[in-house]
Structure formats: C-alpha cells, structure tokens
C-alpha cells in the first residue's frame, strides 16, 4: 500500500490525519514542519500531504522546492490548508506546483477521494 508523508505543524490535524489514512491500509509518515518534510523525502514517500501556514518555509515553498528536485518532482503534493480563496488555490496550484488544493477544515471524503485520485487507485 502507499506510504504518504503529512506534513502538519498542529498534532491533532497530523494525528486526525494519520488515523484516516492508516484505517483506510495507508502507511504514513509524519513532519511537523517544511524542514522536516524535505529531510524526510529520503523514505520515498508516494504522496504528500502538505500544511501551507507552518513556522519557517511555509507549505508553497517547500513545494517548490519538491517540484524542483529533480528525483522527487513526481510525488504528487496536496496542499491542505486554511488559506481558501482562489488567489490561494492558484498560488498552491501554479506557484507551488501542487498536485491538489484542499481547503481546511477538510471533509475526509474528500481528502481520501483526492489521494486516491492522486496514486491513481
């Protein structure tokens, strides 16, 4: 099964999060900051779930810096995140390179619709 890296500097959205995933057969590992993300991209995760407000490089930035990494520019990354106007969304979507925009707060359906859509199951 796939393993998605979620990336969340609040532990009850990574917990929250992480218990979907792994209830519907996904392996997860966890970051709580942009940092941590791009250090944890050596365990080859299939996807990333990415927080755009975090401390440091928010969550466009490190998807930049995804995109621009040429071993890692295909794991597809959505973006999760409080920032919901369509000026976000198309940050999130043509500044950053993400794969998806999710607005939080999120329905679980629909997250779990986007991943599977995104791994292409």
């Given amino acids: 099964m796939a393993k998605i890296l979620v990336v969340d500097d609040e532990p009850e959205i990574l917990?929250?999060?992480?218990?979907?995933?792994?209830?519907?057969g996904y392996e997860t590992i966890e970051a709580r900051n942009g940092e941590?993300?791009?250090q944890k991209l050596k365990e080859n995760p299939d996807l990333i779930i990415l927080d755009v407000m975090m401390p440091g490089d928010d969550g466009w930035e490190v998807c930049r810096k995804i995109k621009k990494n040429?071993?890692?520019k295909d794991?597809?990354?959505i973006l999760l995140t409080v920032r919901t106007s369509e000026k976000?969304?198309?940050?999130?979507?043509?500044?950053?390179?993400?794969d998806a925009h999710v607005n939080k707060p999120f329905e679980m359906a629909e997250l779990l619709e986007t991943v599977k859509k995104l791994l292409k199951l």
């Fill in 15 to 24: 917990m929250l999060v992480r218990m979907m995933l792994e209830k519907h």
């Fill in 75 to 77: 794991i597809p990354v």
């Fill in 70 to 72: 040429q071993q890692k």
């Fill in 36 to 38: 941590e993300c791009l």
């Fill in 88 to 98: 976000s969304r198309k940050k999130s979507l043509e500044y950053a390179g993400a």
